[in-house]
C-alpha cells in the first residue's frame, strides 16, 4: 500500500486481467499509461487486460523486454506497449518518441520510472506484490482522467 494513494488489490492474475479489461475500455489516443514495479508485478499481465478491453487478442501481447515496442491495432485505437527495462534507470526516449506514438494512439510503458516522461503527462500506476501473492495496483497520479480513476474509486 503506497500512503495516501487509492490502491486495487488483485487476488489473482484474473482479476488483474479484468482491472486491465476495464482500464482498456476507458483508454483513449493520446493517453499515457507508466506501469512502475519490481519484476513480475504484474505489468504485462495488466497491459493484457487493457488489449482485451480494446479488443486486440491477448495472445498477441507479450512482454517487449527485448525489442522495447509493440504495437496492437484495434478497431477503436492503436495500443503501443514498451518496456524501458532493458535501458536502466535514465533511459533515454530518443528512439522511441513518444510525442509521436500519442498522437497515433495510446502507449503503455512497462518500467516507465526508469524513463523521464513528465512532459507527457503520464498517469502513473504502480504495481506491487502483496503479503498473500496478488498484486496491488496503485493510482499515483491525482489529476488522471475520470475514466481512469473511477477504477480506483477516485471520483474527478
Ligand atoms: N494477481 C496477479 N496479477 C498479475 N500477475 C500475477 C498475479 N498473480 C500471479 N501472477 C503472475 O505473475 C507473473 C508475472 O506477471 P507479469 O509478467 O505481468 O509481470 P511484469 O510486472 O510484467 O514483470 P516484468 O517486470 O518481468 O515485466 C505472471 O506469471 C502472472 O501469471
Ligand atoms: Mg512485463
Known amino acids: 500500500m503506497r500512503a495516501g494513494a487509492p490502491s486495487v488489490r488483485c487476488p489473482l492474475v484474473e482479476d488483474t486481467q479484468a482491472l486491465g479489461e476495464r482500464l482498456g475500455q476507458g483508454l483513449e ?3 499515457l499509461l507508466s506501469l512502475e514495479g519490481p519484476l513480475g508485478a504484474g505489468k504485462t499481465s495488466l497491459v493484457r487486460g487493457i488489449a482485451i478491453g480494446l479488443g486486440v487478442d491477448p495472445r498477441e501481447v507479450r512482454s517487449p523486454t527485448f525489442v522495447l515496442h509493440h504495437v496492437y491495432t484495434s478497431a477503436r485505437l492503436r495500443l503501443h506497449h514498451l518496456d524501458l527495462y532493458r535501458l536502466g534507470p ?8 513518444p510525442e509521436e506514438l500519442l498522437l497515433t494512439g495510446a502507449v503503455c510503458v512497462e518500467w516507465g520510472d526508469y524513463a523521464a516522461l513528465e512532459r507527457w503527462n503520464p498517469v502513473r500506476i504502480a504495481a506491487d506484490i502483496d503479503a498473500q501473492r496478488g498484486r496491488l495496483f496503485t493510482l499515483l497520479t491525482p ?3 475520470a475514466r481512469i480513476s473511477r477504477l480506483w474509486g477516485v471520483s474527478a
Open 90 to 97: 535514465g533511459a533515454s526516449l530518443d528512439l522511441l518518441d
Open 143 to 145: 489529476g488522471a482522467p
Open 29 to 31: 489516443s493520446g493517453d
